[in-house]
């Protein structure tokens, strides 16, 4: 294999410059030319391909984002779309692609295999919903933003005898929030795999109250059915029952941006130097991920449409760990 290109896809997460670099390293290493695509699959429909020396990659190590930029495209998902990425493909003499991103990127790479596409996935997700790796590059650095949230927020916390609420990202997936909840030292974590009733969430801090606590958190997932915003407003009109005063911080997007930690920058090389490794042994279809500490080999087929499920004895332990 001589020539192959590289995307990235969905939302951004950081470490995604990382594989970058290490798909690129290690495919010139093997003697292959590396091609980076533009803008995610709005890209490669497009033809928008650079060429990628060694060069090319340095200084991006330690930078958020991804220099190709990534996009979400809505053409990629019919059979026309997805017929001109690959006559792109073809047009350019490139022999396979490796595809970074979440569940839906791999959906499209899985559907590009389909088509007799060469393609290897590897699993970059802040949301860590991603079957067939125990993590995903970009967890680790969201998880670490939203404590260094969290831990600012204590303190304001404390000063005022307040519950702080801090609702962080991960789409349906309660792992960012149930994590940095135990490691923030949260009263209650709320996620959509195991969703508590506002009345509750009162029960846990007026409780928290009543011990004498001078502060409480409660750390949200955004796509927990009470979200911050369902619970503001169901606390607006009844402050006395959590004894706190009570203030809200959306993270957002600021969990996005951060330069990756040192994790998710092992991670990124291990994992991108793996999907080209793949390559070379003639793997084709698969998704590129850890179990335990190896590298493993996951057909695209077997995680495409699933969600990993969340290990909710950690739930079990966030609530010890409140009382
Ligand atoms: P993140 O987890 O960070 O959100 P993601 O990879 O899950 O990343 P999506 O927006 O779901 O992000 O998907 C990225 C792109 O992948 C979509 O814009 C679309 O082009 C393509 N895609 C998603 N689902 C499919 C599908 N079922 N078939 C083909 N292509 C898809």
Redesign the pocket.
């Known amino acids: 294999m001589k020539k192959i290109a590289v995307l990235t896809?969905?939302?951004d997460?950081p470490g995604m410059n990382a594989a970058i670099r290490a798909i690129v390293r290690t495919g010139i290493d093997a003697g292959m030319d590396v091609y980076g695509v533009r803008q995610?699959?709005a890209g490669l429909i497009a033809g928008d391909f650079v060429y990628l020396s060694r060069r090319d990659v340095g200084g991006i190590m330690h930078t958020g984002g991804t220099m190709l930029g990534s996009?979400?495209?809505?053409e990629?998902?019919t059979l026309e779309g997805r017929q001109k990425a690959i006559d792109a493909l073809c047009k350019q003499g490139i022999e396979a692609l490796v595809v970074i991103?979440?569940?839906?990127?791999?959906?499209?790479a899985y559907?590009l295999w389909q088509m007799g596409y060469p393609v290897v996935g590897v699993a970059s997700?802040?949301?860590n919903?991603l079957e067939g790796s125990d993590v995903t590059i970009g967890v680790d650095t969201a998880i670490n933003v939203a404590l260094e949230a969290i831990d600012r927020l204590k303190v304001t916390a404390a000063s005022h005898r307040r519950a702080f609420l801090v609702e962080v990202m991960g789409?349906k997936c309660g792992y960012v929030a149930l994590v940095s909840g135990i490691a923030g030292g949260a009263e209650v974590v709320v996620i959509s795999e195991r969703e508590v009733a506002p009345e509750e969430v009162a029960r846990e801090l007026r409780a928290a109250y009543e011990r004498g606590k001078n502060h409480a958190l409660v750390v949200v997932a955004e796509g927990a059915q009470n979200n911050a915003q369902k619970l503001i407003q169901h606390f607006e009109a009844d402050e006395g029952a959590i004894g706190f005063g009570l203030r809200a911080t959306i993270l957002g997007h600021v969990q996005r941006g951060a330069n990756p930690t040192s994790a998710d920058r092992l991670l990124a090389t291990r994992l991108g130097h793996g999907a080209v490794r793949a390559l070379a042994r003639g793997e084709r279809g698969v998704l590129i991920g850890l179990r335990g500490d190896h590298l493993a080999s996951t057909p695209l087929g077997e995680i495409v449409g699933r969600q990993k499920p969340l290990d909710l004895s950690l739930f079990e332990l966030a609530r010890i760990m409140a009382q």
Not at 71 to 74: E, F, G, I, S, V
Not at 101 to 108: E, F, K, R, W
């Open positions: 896809s969905g939302g997460a995610g699959y996009a979400r495209c809505d990629f998902r991103g979440g569940n839906g990127s791999q959906a499209g559907d997700t802040i949301d919903d789409r």
